[in-house]
């Protein structure tokens, strides 16, 4: 399924439209065009399908960036709207990305051409009358098909195996996020089924493992990633590559050497991919290619069993100070039933574990919690709220101990959790949540809308107000309503809005209300995008809430004091509305105190609300050196539509070369103008000298 091109109706220009992703975009002309086939083959860079058209001029109706390459796939340049209003480019053969759209889109022309920016669109004007070629790719996040699984271990290990079938090449080149599509869905049934759409490449690479489902889950990430086929071993479990041969059992766990491989390959095929097609200047790659005795072109050359075979021939510990800190690592018991949530982990290039059928669970009793974070660095203050019995957010009763699971830690910024149980500090992931991802996207627009209902007397209107009385200062849309009735609460629920955050108790029957409670469980439809809930041990009510259409949310799994309930609803609230999706807002918010581990997230925590103003979610810490000097480093995020391989730069502080979205950047020096000049161009929280701030700029004065 090709995205398809047409004449626009009640307008001149062009129609671009992606049936797997069921999204369109338009390019506006001054006089009506019609598009005729081109070759997309003929494109330098991976197009699903291709036009040409004739004009003059051709109209981008959002304000987006553009990226500038020559004929051979060098960068030259780009026009960003935030810092040019007008740009002349000299004719020559070249290729325009337009960034920003629900579909990939480059333009190929010859002609000179001046692109101008006004309030709402770029126009991009030609030296007369143009031969334009307009090539669209699909982002491809949504699966192609479907699989149908028996639920046996081999049905499994065969579905793996299609997952490379989502590839848009199996070059380096696939360490661009955009080239990596979403791998089909799986789904148990009677018997094993592939549709036909479905044709996985051929790639020499296999990986052989035991017929043990506790074995295969983890491999899902690598399978995809290397387009492998997964197939049954009674030896040592192993990659092979054409005549190479890897051990996954001889260097570590069998867990860890998979996870090892994976960001071992993703991160050099991003160094070897700047000699592919965008030959752009990495920082990663000028750090480490002295260490690396390579002919970097050769290695691009080179078949995938080549490409591997150098690859871990070099030991991890060479390169590992430049791998970008892995996003997300994600606990599955190794049920049947759980195969259906492989496919969502591999796109995100999860390392995947395989927890133990019989979880460990226990309430969070206080002695314990004093064992487990007294040692870390909070304030006296901090510690003595934490103590603090007074103005518990929730009911007096003891969460249930039997229904929350202590999951191993992790090394990566989140953590996920499939399978029976509430997972202490974890992402609680439901297939269903997951599924809606298809559904929603975060809208680009400048603010997201909260409403909050305070169901507490003992919460008083400054403390709520505290919560959001920074809203001068960001653009939200918030509504405030307190002591809400049962139809009052349930109208609010099922209404469309982001963020629902709600202030007061749950008990067996549901959320309190000033004339009875409201059980999620008996609601028909939820229209509450997102929520956060304030209330003691409130994931029951959260899961029914994802069960009746919610995307996601936070929910509390133990009484949580007043002060820290406003600390972390304000900071998580403030993060979703510069873009951070829920799973990462959650892990920086409950680190403003030393309790906030009672929260977690259910759902899909992989999803934004809105779109980040820079593209890349990002928090930037500021220390004052003195002199109007600042020491700055910016530390990135990566999210559902800026995935591993994801690049980013800061010219404004200094940079050139382009660096790995999830490494962080450090800058010495920094005046202030400039750190002003870069807050004006990326809306962002800061840490300022150890302290939160939402307006940096003002703060800074």
């Not at 979610?617 to 530390?635: A, F, I, L, Q, R």
């Amino acid at each position: 399924m090709e995205p398809q091109f047409d004449s626009l109706d009640g307008r001149s220009g062009v129609e671009i439209r992606d049936p797997i992703e069921k999204v369109r975009f338009e390019l506006h002309t001054p006089s009506a065009v019609e598009p005729t086939p081109a070759t997309a083959e003929s494109f330098y860079y991976p197009v699903d399908s291709a036009v040409t058209v004739e004009t003059d001029e051709i109209v981008f109706p959002i304000l987006a960036s553009i990226y500038v390459y020559s004929a051979d796939g060098e960068f030259l340049q780009d026009f960003t709207p935030n810092s040019n209003t007008e740009l002349t480019i000299e004719p020559g053969e070249k290729y325009y990305q337009l960034n920003g759209t629900p579909i990939v889109i480059y333009l190929s022309f010859s002609s000179a051409v001046t692109i101008r920016k006004s309030e709402t669109e770029i126009r991009l004007s030609f030296d007369g009358s143009t031969a334009v070629r307009i090539g669209a790719r699909s982002y491809h996040e949504s699966p192609e098909g479907t699989i149908t699984v028996s639920g046996s271990v081999r049905d499994t290990m065969c579905a793996l195996s299609t997952f490379g079938s989502a590839l848009k090449m199996t070059t380096p080149d696939r360490a661009h996020p955009t080239l990596r599509g979403h791998p089909p869905l799986v789904e148990l049934g009677d018997e094993f089924h592939v549709p036909e759409s479905i044709d996985p490449p051929d790639t020499g690479v296999r990986l052989e493992l035991p017929l043990l489902h506790e074995k295969v889950y983890p491999a899902a990430s690598l399978a995809y990633y290397l387009g492998a086929d997964v197939v049954p071993t009674s030896g040592v479990s192993k990659l092979v590559a054409g005549d190479f041969e890897y051990s996954l059992e001889s260097d570590g766990t069998y867990e860890e050497t998979l996870h090892r491989l994976l960001r071992q390959t993703a991160f050099l095929d991003c160094l070897v991919r700047t000699e592919g097609i965008v030959k752009d200047e990495l920082y990663e790659r000028n750090q480490l290619e002295p260490r690396l005795d390579w002919d970097f072109a050769d290695v691009y050359d080179s078949s995938l069993p080549e490409q591997l075979e150098t690859y871990l021939s070099v030991p991890f510990e060479t390169i590992s100070e430049y791998v970008p800190t892995w996003t997300l690592t994600t606990d599955v018991t190794p049920l049947e039933k759980h195969a259906a949530v492989l496919p969502f982990l591999a796109y995100d290039l999860s390392q995947i574990r395989s927890a133990p059928l019989r979880s460990s669970k226990q309430s969070i009793s206080q002695p314990q919690m004093f064992d487990d974070f007294y040692r870390t660095g909070f304030s006296r203050d901090e510690k003595r709220e934490f103590e603090s019995a007074d103005l518990l957010r929730g009911a007096s009763e003891r969460t249930d101990a039997g229904k929350i699971v202590r999951p191993d830690p992790v090394e990566t910024t989140e953590h996920a959790w499939v399978g029976n149980g509430f997972p202490l500090g974890a992402n609680k992931l439901t297939v269903e949540a997951l599924k809606r991802r298809f559904d929603y996207s975060a809208p680009n627009k400048s603010g997201i809308s909260i409403h909050v209902v305070c169901n507490d007397a003992e919460m008083s209107d400054e403390i709520v107000d505290e919560l959001y009385g920074f809203r001068e200062l960001v653009d939200y849309d918030i509504t405030i309503d307190y002591n809400r009735t049962v139809a009052e609460l349930r109208e609010i629920i099922e209404s469309p809005i982001d963020l629902f955050h709600y202030v007061g108790h749950v008990d067996e029957n549901g959320f309190l209300c000033v004339d009875g409670s409201l059980d999620a469980q008996t609601l028909d439809d939820v229209g509450i995008k997102a929520f956060f809930l304030n209330a003691c041990s409130s994931y029951e009510q959260g899961m029914a809430l994802i069960g009746r259409g919610s995307m996601g949310g936070v929910v509390t799994l133990d009484d949580v004091a007043n002060k820290t309930a406003t600390r972390v609803g304000r900071t998580f609230a403030s993060l979703l509305n510069n873009g951070f999706q829920l799973r990462t807002a959650l892990s920086i918010a409950r680190k403003e105190t030393v309790s906030g581990y009672r929260y977690i997230t259910l759902g899909n925590g992989g999803r934004p609300l809105m779109q980040p103003e820079g593209g890349v979610p990002s928090w930037t810490s500021v220390s004052d050196m003195g002199g109007e000097k600042y020491d700055v480093s910016v530390e990135t995020f990566l999210d559902i539509r800026c995935g591993f391989g994801s690049t980013f730069t800061m010219n404004v502080l200094g940079t050139s070369a382009r660096n790995l979205v999830s490494n962080g950047i450090e800058f010495e020096e920094v005046g202030t103008d400039k750190l002003k000049q870069f807050w004006k161009l990326e809306r962002q929280p800061a840490v300022i000298d150890g302290q939160v701030c939402w307006n940096p700029i003002r703060d800074l004065n």
